[in-house]
């Protein structure tokens, strides 16, 4: 029987060596693919779905908007709000705002400002079309609604 | 000579390397949000109080009207309907009529699909009565250019490529996306 047991004298050790560099490239691919968050959302946000998604061009024009039903119920109420950089403001605020974020623009960049909004699914069209109105007053006309890539059904 | 050759490569102690880098993953990992981008675009009609009411008259039958009530119903062209995708085939169909169907469009540029949604409509119905619309529009080019739908929402984000602006430009020639969102009641 013993035969088979041939014991061999060699190392069963699995090089290690190569485990660093490849740590180092997940890290790479996060690092790159990475944005950190700059603002806390304070809404809650369980975005909707859709098929026929676009990829927005340039990011650098791109603006945030949030909206949906505030976390904190106990201290702004379950009425949806509308938040922008960790704030929130009332739709009449959004000229003010718009204004704001194109001052950050370059001059030829001002009117290609894109507002994308991020809202629940559970906000009512009423408040959407009040923010659509005050954008459309600030004269911000391209939007985006952002939406989550369908899986399956 | 106090000098003193030694022999063997000096090395480094890099075995903690692999812990230092994990620690790093792991901090970026935690703050991470993968740039999300993506949505369904809309271009806004200018400042109310800068246009001139105009009446333009249109003939019923260019018009493919959509109502969503506050309860989330949908009433196509008079009839109530269930089915949100079903939406998809027959704005195809109204578009691309060609005059056939006394019922339907014309032509693909006097066609219009207007979409009417009430206050109390919830924000998912709406994208999804939105998707459907936008989504027609995207098979009728696609098919016209010859790609997948995918491929044209793709091609159609980068029009800095001149071949991709001229499939555009030749996909879209005489059928402009025309839906209009009305103002909810």
Partial sequence: MSKFKKKSNTSQEIPTSALPDIIFMLLFFFMVT???????????????????????????????????????????????????????????????????????????????????????????????????????????????????????? | MARSKRRGAAEINSSSMADIAFLLLIFFLVTTTIANDKGLTLQLPPDPDQIQDVDIKMKERNIFKILINSSDKLLVENEPLN?????????????????RDPELSENPEKAVISLKANRGTSYDMFIAVYNEAQGAYYDIYAQKAGVTNAKWRELSSDLSNPDNKALYDKAREGIPMSISIAEPN
Avoid: C
């Avoid at chain 1, 026929?52 to 904190?72: D, I």
């Avoid at chain 1, 005050?134 to 939007?143: G, S, T, V």
């Avoid at chain 2, 089915?83 to 005059?99: A, Q």
């Fill in chain 2, 83 to 99: 089915d949100v995708h079903k939406l998809r085939e027959m704005i195809k169909k109204h578009v691309l009529n060609y005059g």
């Fill in chain 1, 34 to 153: 990475t944005v950190l968050r700059e603002t806390t959302i304070n809404v809650r946000q369980k975005v909707p779905q859709a098929t026929e998604l676009r990829k927005l061009q340039r990011k650098s024009l791109v603006s945030y908007l949030y909206v949906g039903e505030p976390k904190n119920t106990v201290l702004y109420g379950d009425e949806p709000k509308i938040q922008v950089n960790d704030v929130f403001i009332e739709p009449k605020d959004i000229i003010l705002w718009v204004s704001k974020e194109k001052d950050k623009l370059t001059e030829a960049e001002r009117d290609q400002i894109t507002i994308a909004m991020k809202a629940d699914e559970d906000v009512k069209m009423g408040l959407v079309s009040d923010i659509e109105m005050q954008l459309r007053k600030a004269n911000a006309r391209k939007m985006m609604f952002s939406v989550r890539q369908k899986t399956d059904d």
